[in-house]
């Protein structure tokens, strides 16, 4: 019989790397995730967000084919998944929860048993792997003696042993330093801008997620709460330009700004002005001139960048008071 | 899956295997210690009375080094610490879900332990009973020493009993994932609840699905006790018997492997 993991794979030329269909999985009665609905496209460093206990975990296990779904269907580079999980994951790199390796070999032995699951032509993989995580060096040392930072990336460079076209990666920053987070970060993006690699990150780190990716779902209780690009999220579902304005004179400013067609919006705050563009941030010159024109004297122009954090929080909140609703009702 | 990649996949689990010090050494003493104890004691009896004791080595001793080695004890053992850590490695590394990951067969993953703990539980038996060899003759002085025949019986029934104990070892460890568990349950059944069962001639014919009496059966050498608490059997039951019991546990190991959340 022809295992799927040994022949080269016609990946389906899909946009989505990742999809998921009402996907739910029950623990008795806990209900773990509920009837997710996943769309992550290819090419991009997507964020899996969530606070501690929301499903990322259980959600990655699923996909990887650790534990199985209680009901929904799911697609991992577009072949069905449990029905074609060879063929799936001959292309998947991942770490799952914490990297894991067998202590008392050494960084390129616990490799060379990677290598050996996935075939023959992989072992050839292993030293460019090595070299891509800076390892080179301490590969022939036990991974006993290796700090948390080297394992991760020891994990990561497990993950590229299949030449993966999607990494998923769970809370891949847990336990790294400043400087490894950092480290990190750029590995990934290097990952996606310059090899084309799909990057999935599960994180309970709103910042962390906000610099890394370039789009992400928030998840809570179980369930996708929002998803789409990144400023998207931030915004609410729209992609709102918002500047602040420091100007000699307020009243005259919203006077000119008031009869702007570039504007949309525009009320007096504490720094100034908070002005809403009707377009892309590039008429933020044009409006500008147009204050400058009108004898306004331009002190500040600078775009409000909007928040992930502030936006998670808002839609936790609002779930904790429809929680508490229910349970009131109930 | 391919020839070469069950080939590269067994590789892989011997060295985990082969690198898993504590187990190594352990084995090795437990093969080579009675071995290197038993011929240097009768040959110090030897030198220092010859009169009283005979010489350590020919084919009397050869019967003793293959009960040392086969007799359901020391080798047992070696192949019981062998088949454990193979079936228990991965799991207690926590490094069994990054096998799954790859997307190869749980199966696959189960079945390449086997061969990788033969062939290290082997090596092991193989090295000692070259001991018990150079032991035979070096020491044999004026004794009659064992023909080729009963060579190669001998080897053959430490492979047997040494082999089946380590794959239903690997099955059983499979099974449970817990190291401890396994070693403790394993030596447990075969040092005392073997014998004790065996022991109890009231039980009848039942004694006879102890997989050590059914490996008894292929020896060359007389075991144990004489005979006179054994669970005789034809050829053809105790050969039924080992494959039950190798049935029994490989599947039972690959079953969990199958199913268990990684």
Not at chain 1, 169 to 174: A, G, K, R, V, Y
Request: with cysteine.
């Amino acid at each position: 019989m022809t295992n799927p993991v040994d022949t080269p794979v016609a990946t389906p030329a899909t946009e989505l790397i990742i999809e998921t269909n009402g996907l739910t999985k029950r623990f008795g009665a806990r209900t773990a995730l509920d009837g997710v609905d996943l769309r992550v496209p290819r090419g991009c460093a997507f964020g899996f967000l969530g606070p501690n206990g929301a499903g990322k975990t259980t959600m990655i296990r699923m996909l990887l084919g650790l534990t199985q779904a209680t009901s929904g269907s799911m697609r991992l580079l577009g072949h069905p998944v449990p029905a074609e999980r060879g063929a799936a994951l001959s292309r998947v790199g991942a770490i799952v929860e914490e990297p894991r390796f067998h202590p008392y070999l050494t960084g390129r032995e616990n490799l060379r048993i990677v290598a050996a699951v996935r075939g023959p032509e992989v072992r050839e993989r292993i030293d460019p792997a090595l070299a891509r995580v800076g390892l080179s060096d301490r590969a022939d040392q036990k991974v006993k003696s290796y700090s948390l930072g080297m394992r991760q990336r020891l994990g990561v460079a497990r993950c590229l042993l299949s030449d993966p076209l999607l990494l998923i990666l769970d809370e891949p920053t847990n336990g790294l330093d400043p400087g490894g987070i950092q480290e990190f970060r750029e590995m990934i993006r290097a990952m996606v801008e310059h090899e084309g690699r799909t990057v999935f990150i599960s994180s309970h780190l709103l910042d962390e997620v906000e610099k890394t990716c370039d789009a992400a779902a928030i998840v809570d209780r179980g369930k996708v709460v929002t998803q789409g690009a990144m400023a998207e999220l931030a915004a609410g579902g729209e992609v709102r330009h918002e500047l602040i304005i420091g100007v000699d004179d307020v009243d005259r400013a919203l006077q000119v700004i008031g009869t702007s067609a570039l504007v949309r919006d525009a009320h007096r705050s504490d720094e100034g002005l908070r002005v809403i563009l009707a377009d892309g941030p590039e008429t933020a010159a044009q409006l500008n001139a147009t204050l400058v024109g009108a004898g306004v004297a331009v002190m500040r122009l600078e775009p409000v960048r909007q928040s992930l954090e502030a936006r998670f929080l808002e839609i936790t909140a609002r779930l904790d008071s429809t929680t508490d609703s229910a349970e009131v009702r109930a | 899956m391919s020839t070469t990649i069950a080939a590269q996949m067994a590789g892989a689990d011997f060295l985990k295997l082969r690198k898993k010090r504590g187990t190594l050494i352990w084995a090795l003493v437990l093969a080579w210690a009675p071995v290197v104890i038993f011929y240097a004691v009768t040959a110090i009896q030897h030198a220092s009375n010859p009169g009283k004791y005979g010489p350590a080595g020919g084919t009397a001793s050869f019967h003793d080094g293959v009960r040392l080695l086969g007799g359901l004890l020391f080798g047992p053992l070696v192949a019981i610490l062998i088949g454990v850590e193979a079936g228990t490695n991965d799991a207690s590394a926590g490094v069994f879900r990054d096998l799954v990951v790859t997307g190869r067969s749980r199966l696959a993953l189960f079945a390449s332990r086997i061969p990788a703990a033969l062939a290290l539980c082997w090596a092991i038996i193989l090295s000692a009973y070259a001991l018990v060899l150079v032991g035979t003759f070096v020491f044999a002085g004026n004794l009659s020493t064992p023909d080729g025949a009963l060579i190669l019986n001998g080897l053959g029934f430490l492979l047997l009993t040494t082999g089946v104990m380590c794959a239903v070892a690997v099955g059983f460890a499979s099974l449970t994932t817990s190291k401890p568990a396994a070693i403790i349950a394993l030596i447990a059944w075969q040092l005392i609840a073997s014998p004790l069962i065996v022991s109890i001639e009231s039980l009848g014919s039942p004694r006879k699905f102890v997989l050590s009496q059914a490996l008894v059966h292929f020896s060359p050498v007389g075991l144990g006790d004489d005979g006179r608490h054994a669970a005789t059997m034809a050829g053809g039951t105790a050969l039924f018997v080992i494959v039950l019991w190798l049935v029994v546990f490989l599947g039972l190991g690959a079953w969990r492997t199958k199913t268990m959340d990684a």
